[in-house]
């Protein structure tokens, strides 16, 4: 099956007794990592030790008690029933852990059927809207593949720390180092391959968006005798450069058109591309799912979290607001504050579909059966779509190429 620890997709091995999960190996004939596996998909999923949510749950009395299934939907469709005709009534997020087929009922339901202006993921656009963004303006991909970094001479890396995140991508870039790739690390933050970086550039407080400026004038002008200019001609030096940009820089337009026309200056061999978020960044950004995540005023909120960690910024922003309901697996402060919450599969108890980073659609097997009272997250989705009298389709593959995407689905 796959990983879904991040959008780099990579294929695994799942070894299973008694219907538990009790080693993650690699696959190596998989076409995406070849073999290599990173610790967050190997031996995070093991550490696993939260509560899992085995019942439906219904705030009675201030208190969560278990419930059936029934009556946990009938309380959330009469709470988003009493709302219909408001100008602001459903805000919707959903994970981008979940499967395209999870996310494009999300919307089916949320979106076109009941017309909320605030359906997105718990992503705030900040992985995809930029790359989106410049796709449609410019009417075609432009983004290169992972494939490109077995065979890169000189890597730029802006915004993107691959040695904590989204790792296999950076163990592509480090095994390469020896072969004579060069390594530029531009980033705000502190980044863990600048220890294997030839060139480390510390924007200031003007930001990614200036040291990219700089960066393009010096490879289109007179080379200054500086950290942009050794950095030109490192680039200018490669036959096949690769620039990598991550989520401090590929939700904003700005910057995004700037690394696209900096590619552009490098020649045709020249590869841009952008590390998505989390499993399905990219599927969830060609539905539409891109938005910042605004709950303020909506009296109902809806939040699909399958089997991801809320974050502490999420649980912020829904303290002390109206109706809640959470799809999730398991126990945690967000279903604390829920008024209902509806237990769905993890990532081995279902199977879907994923598109990676550079466009792959991938399909993630079902491994191991889920507990008896635990529903798919589709099949929640569709029954709750159902009881409001709304009608839904299951063309979430044909809806992956509506849009433009930044590399082409394939």
């Not at 899992?52 to 969560?64: A, C, E, F, S, W």
């Not at 530029?184 to 970086?197: C, H, Q, R, S, Y």
Request: charged content about 25%; glycine content about 8%.
């Amino acid at each position: 099956t796959l990983c879904v620890g991040c959008s780099v997709g990579c294929g695994v091995d799942v070894i299973t007794r008694d219907n538990h999960v009790v080693r993650i190996d690699s696959d190596w004939d998989h076409p995406v990592n070849q073999g290599v596996l990173c610790q967050a998909g190997r031996y995070k999923p093991l550490e696993n030790d939260r509560e899992r949510i085995l019942t439906p749950l219904v705030r009675k009395n201030d208190n969560l008690k278990a419930a059936t299934w029934d009556e946990a939907l009938k309380t959330i469709t009469t709470s988003i029933q009493s709302q219909a005709g408001k100008q602001k009534g459903v805000a919707a997020v959903i994970s981008t852990r979940l499967p395209a087929e999870a996310l494009y009922q999300f919307k089916s339901l949320f979106e076109d059927g009941l017309k909320s202006d605030m359906t997105t993921t718990l992503e705030d656009g900040i992985f995809s809207a930029g790359v989106s963004a410049l796709a449609r303006e410019l009417k075609q991909p432009f983004e290169g593949k992972l494939d490109d970094l077995h065979t890169a001479d000189c890597v730029l890396i802006v915004g993107a720390d691959l040695q904590n995140e989204h790792q296999v991508a950076g163990f592509f870039i480090k095994r390469n180092r020896s072969k004579g790739t060069r390594l530029i690390v531009i980033d705000t933050l502190e980044n863990g391959l600048e220890a294997f970086a030839d060139l480390v550039i510390k924007p200031g407080k003007s930001g990614n968006i200036e040291a990219i400026k700089s960066l393009s004038a010096a490879l289109s002008g007179k080379v200054p005798k500086d950290e942009f200019g050794s950095a030109a001609e490192m680039l200018k030096a490669a036959k096949k450069p690769v620039i990598i940009c991550g989520k401090n820089v590929t939700g904003e337009l700005e910057i995004v058109r700037s690394l696209y026309d900096l590619t552009t200056k490098l020649g045709s061999n020249a590869r841009l591309l952008s590390i998505k978020g989390q499993a399905n960044s990219f599927a969830a950004a060609q539905y539409g799912l891109e938005k910042a995540f605004a709950p303020e005023d909506y009296p109902v909120i809806y939040v699909a979290l399958g089997d991801e960690k809320p974050s502490p910024h999420l649980l912020e922003r829904l303290a002390d607001k109206g109706f809640l309901a959470v799809q999730a697996s398991y126990a945690s402060s967000l279903t604390a504050m829920a008024d209902v919450v509806l237990p769905v599969t993890e990532w081995v108890e279902q199977a879907g579909h994923f598109v990676n980073a550079d466009g792959r659609l991938q399909k993630a097997k079902k491994i191991i059966q889920q507990p008896d009272e635990v529903r798919d997250n589709v099949e929640v989705l569709k029954d709750l779509a159902e009881r409001l009298g709304i009608q839904t389709d299951d063309n979430w593959q044909a809806a992956l190429t509506r849009l433009t995407a930044p590399v082409a689905v394939r």
